[in-house]
């Protein structure tokens, strides 16, 4: 059954979803067109694109395979979008990837595989999907960055200096194309459960004692970060560029009231 409302002003727009043939991705792409956008899912591996594209109320897009670290793929893949759906209206930036490890002797190879994935591949499908936008006078681009832009995650080095490389991208973009039209803004997921970090979640304890630590008392799922991502891509943002926001279930304002203290004492 659709669970559209047109409350987002998306009917009929087109979408290109990097990354959409799994988790926040997928989530991303079947809400856009729950809203009645035209989804273009990419992802490197085909057959999650195409499970995502069946997902997406009444079909409504295409699932392409690219490889986002290829310029030339992504070209490929803008080239038959905008022959199938049309001018894009809307790009968001999903694609990532995490490979752990501590600095002092992460391979090199892991480090460039994770900066070409998450960040390059950000500026580079913006260049590619946001020419046209530029020449029309409008579109928006969201990023989905990370907590770990400004926080660190002890072993994921790699990942956390990608992402915050993503948001220092979405507000470069946001001052050099704001003039042409076209806004460019960030999403930041805190602890959202998906395929890629299912292990560390099915471990036993760990998803109880990563509920305990968020205000809301769960982790967040890809619907969660779908929503925020709707806003920024409809018109309803239409005067919000350069900005970024959190969907964490308020886990980075609870740092201090994890630290061991005293119970407090007096009237409350």
Same mark, same amino acid.
């Given at each position: 059954?659709s669970?559209?409302?047109?409350?987002y @002003?998306?009917?009929g727009?087109?979408c290109?979803v990097t990354g959409?043939g799994?988790?926040?991705?997928?989530g991303?792409?079947?809400?856009?067109?729950?809203? /009645?956008?035209?989804v273009?899912v990419?992802?490197?591996? &085909?057959a999650g694109a195409?499970e995502?594209l069946?997902?997406l109320?009444?079909? +409504? /897009?295409?699932a392409?395979?690219c490889?986002?670290?290829?310029?030339?793929?992504?070209?490929?893949?803008?080239n038959?979008?905008?022959?199938r759906?049309?001018?894009?209206?809307?790009?968001v930036n999903?694609?990532?990837?995490?490979?752990a490890?501590?600095?002092?002797?992460?391979?090199? &190879?892991?480090?460039n595989l994770?900066?070409?994935?998450?960040?390059?591949a950000?500026?580079?499908?913006?260049?590619?999907?946001?020419?046209?936008?530029?020449?029309?006078? &409008?579109g928006?681009?969201?990023?989905?960055?990370?907590?770990?832009?400004? !926080?660190?995650?002890?072993?994921?080095?790699a990942?956390?200096?990608?992402?915050?490389?993503?948001s220092?991208? +979405?507000?470069q973009?946001?001052?050099?194309?704001?003039?042409? @039209? $076209?806004r460019?803004?960030?999403?930041?997921?805190?602890?959202? !459960?998906?395929?890629m970090v299912?292990a560390? !979640?099915?471990?036993?304890?760990?998803?109880e004692r990563?509920?305990?630590?968020?205000?809301?008392?769960? $982790?967040?799922?890809p619907?969660?970060v779908?929503?925020?991502v709707?806003?920024?891509?409809?018109?309803?943002? +239409? !005067?919000v560029? /350069?900005? &970024?926001?959190?969907?964490d279930?308020?886990?980075?304002?609870?740092?201090?009231?994890?630290?061991p203290?005293?119970a407090p004492s007096g009237?409350?």
């Open positions: 059954m669970s559209r409302t047109d409350g @002003g998306l009917d727009r087109v290109v959409g799994s988790g926040i991705g997928q991303i792409a079947v809400a856009l067109a729950a809203e /009645g956008a035209r273009a990419l992802d490197r591996n &085909e195409n995502t069946a997902m109320d009444g079909g +409504s /897009g295409i392409l395979a490889d986002v670290t290829d310029r030339s793929s992504i070209e490929a893949a803008a038959a979008i905008t022959a759906l049309g001018e894009v209206d809307v790009l999903n694609a990532g990837v995490i490979r490890g501590a600095l002092a002797d992460l391979p090199i &190879e892991d480090w994770v900066i070409a994935v998450n960040l390059t950000c500026l580079v499908c913006s260049q590619v999907f946001g020419a046209p936008m530029r020449e029309r006078g &409008e928006a681009l969201v990023h989905i960055s990370s907590i770990s832009a400004d !926080y660190v995650t002890p072993f994921t080095g990942y956390d200096v990608s992402k915050a490389g993503v220092m991208l +979405s507000r973009l946001a001052v050099e194309w704001g003039p042409k @039209g $076209v460019s803004n960030a999403v930041l997921p805190g602890l959202i !459960y998906t395929p299912k560390m !979640y099915d471990t036993p304890g760990v998803s990563r509920a305990a630590a968020v205000p809301l008392r769960r $982790v967040g799922q619907a969660d779908a929503e925020a709707l806003f920024l891509a409809s018109p309803r943002s +239409s !005067y560029n /350069g900005a &970024e926001i959190l969907v279930g308020g886990f980075t304002n609870n740092v201090m009231s994890l630290i203290r005293p009237p409350r």
